[in-house]
Each structure stands twice: as C-alpha cells, then as structure tokens.
C-alpha cells in the first residue's frame, strides 16, 4: 500500500466513524413528516419516489391532491389502480383556470375532511398530500388544523407535503424540509409542456 492509498484508507475510515457514530444515536423510531417546498421542478415527482419506496417495503399508502391541474396525470394513472393505494384527486384545477374561490375554498374543505380520514387511519403507513401548501397561501384552510393532526396522527405514518410556499408554522414543525430550487427550466425557453416529464 503507498503512502497516498494509506491516506485516503485513514481519511474514509475517520468519515466511517463519524457515520457510524450518527447511525447509533439515532434510535428513535416512529413516522417522519416530509416538506417539500421551493419554485423548482420535482416536489411532487420527489414525493411520489418516495411512496414507490414504501410500496416496495409493502407499506400501505393514500395520496390526495390538492389541485388538479390535468385530467389524467402519469401519477394518477400508474398508483390509481395499484392495491397498494388509495388515490383521491380534488379540486376543480389552478385558480387561473377555475377563477373562482368560493368553489375552490369547498373543494379544499372536501380534501381536508378525507385527508383527516387518512391521518387518523392507523393502517396507511404513508400519506402524500399533494400541494397542499397552496391551501394555507391561498386562505382555503386552517394551518393549525393540519398542525393539530399531524400531532394526532399514528406514531409509525410518515407524511409528505409538496407546495411552492408553505406557513411559517408548519416550515418550524416538520421533521425534514427540502426546497428545490429552480435554475432552468425548459418551459421558461419556449419547450411545450409533455407528458410524462409535466404530467
């Protein structure tokens, strides 16, 4: 072994003690909540990763959507049907496209009734609400009922949320927060929306 092997082989086995270190002071097990936050492309796409991976480990999940924007979006079509799912899309679209608060504001008391359903259903062991963020900028909703349930919720449920923006409230109270930030966008030089990269 030369000099330099011998460094790099001291250097990553001081990096594998402080991870290890790390790995066995956390021992809390239970439920995490996921924030996904920022103007960049990928929060949904993110979350919806993340459900692939509980459905790999046979976890029981539930979406709600908050806004929906399409008619058939890439998500909706390939969870939609799957066992292992309960898919709830709701909402009437963007508020560009519905123009229309009063039927928005309903919408949003909807979704939120079924996703306390869900929050409080010990056998959905990860729940994805969708832009839910949007509800709270927009006034639709009540940020602390959402705080008040997530508090409530069963100890093992993890919870992600996805939304450009969210309450101050809610960025203090979760356990891990992401923000995706936009450096380029294809939209923004000209390049037609396409399914399965948009939708």
Not at 80 to 87: A, K, R, T
Request: one cysteine or more; proline letters at 3%; hydrophobic letters at 40%.
């Amino acid at each position: 072994m030369t000099e330099l092997d011998a460094k790099q082989e001291a250097r990553l086995l001081k990096k594998k003690a402080v991870v290890d270190q790390r790995i066995a002071a956390a021992t809390e097990e239970r439920g995490v909540t996921i924030l996904l936050t920022g103007t960049g492309k990928g929060k949904s796409s993110s979350a919806f990763g993340t459900m692939a991976r509980a459905l790999g480990h046979g976890h029981k999940c539930a979406v709600i959507q908050f806004i929906k924007g399409r008619k058939a979006t890439g998500e909706q079509l390939f969870f939609g049907e799957h066992p292992g799912v309960d898919f709830h899309v709701m909402g009437h679209g963007f508020s560009w496209e519905t123009r229309n608060p009063e039927l928005e504001k309903h919408a949003a008391e909807q979704a939120w009734e079924l996703a306390k359903q869900v929050l409080s259903n010990p056998d959905i062991h990860f729940v994805l609400l969708d832009e839910i963020t949007y509800m709270y900028k927009y006034g639709h909703l009540d940020e602390a009922d959402l705080l008040a349930a997530l508090a409530a919720r069963p100890a093992h449920q993890n919870v992600m949320m996805t939304g450009r923006t969210a309450p101050r409230a809610l960025l203090d109270s979760v356990d891990t927060h992401s923000k995706v930030t936009n450096e380029r966008h294809a939209f923004a030089n000209g390049v037609k929306a396409q399914a399965g990269i948009e939708w």
